[in-house]
């Protein structure tokens, strides 16, 4: 466990583990403790893996100020992560609302960008594609129990406390999943939730330009979605990476919203060698 000095001062805590080339990674929620990265299936092997706890998650501490645990103020926390890990650019691997996170960093710095991968990313404000989480749900109505997860997704949390996010998150899990065995829901109890992280990371809208700024993103971006992803469906996930002069995007197959956990050789055949490619260009 290692600390820097956030954008107000406050002392924020981040894993550091391996060696090599950093990558940032980004765990999603919002709110949840990064825990159920679980090192995106072994995408970091042979890099520098760098996990912030981000304001109100794990180590770090509640802000003050709300809007300081915004995504869109976070990204000037991660700048102070740049700056004290020593390098021109970053490689950010983000998951889920995470990414959010990573689009209002790449926003603001550009430049500061080596790459972005982007799993499983919510589109609802980047792009104009019609939602096709419906139809993935509709699929598995019928699954012993999915009903009533479903039923609690819809819902939402009461975000009154940690406990009863976490328990609103866990108990929504299969929603997430492409199929719900011992594997989905042993990765389900990782990572509890943080409510007040989850309240404060949507307290700053994104400027209504977003997409156009990211337009101006020149390093590569590869957009990953789940054929099976009952959150934040396919299509539009795939049409995140026409926002990118140069993105890309993939499809793994038979997975949901975390596909290094269902489909971790699929994911691994994909990530890295994009990882290794911005790596080695420098």
Known sequence: ????????????????????????YLGGGPGRHPDYLADFGGAGVGYRTVVPHLRSVGMSPVPLDPQLGSSWHQAYDLEALREQLGVERVVIVAHSAGTRLALAYASQYPGRIAGLVLVTPPADNLVDVAPDSAEIRARRAGEPGYARALEILLTGPRLTSDDEQTAWGRGSAAVGYASWGE?????ARLGSWSYRASVDFRSVDPPVDLATRLGRVRAPVLVIAGSEDGLTGMAPVVAVAQIFERG??????????????????????????FIAAVAASG
Do not use: C, N
Request: hydrophobic letters at 40%.
């Open 1 to 24: 466990m290692a600390t820097y000095v956030g954008a107000d001062g406050s002392a924020l805590y981040y894993d550091d583990r391996g060696s090599g080339e950093a990558l940032i």
């Open 248 to 273: 890309s995007s993939a499809i793994i197959e038979q997975a949901g919203h975390y596909p290094w956990i269902e489909r971790p050789a699929e994911f691994l055949a994909v990530v890295k060698p």
């Open 183 to 187: 594997t989905e829901r042993a990765h």
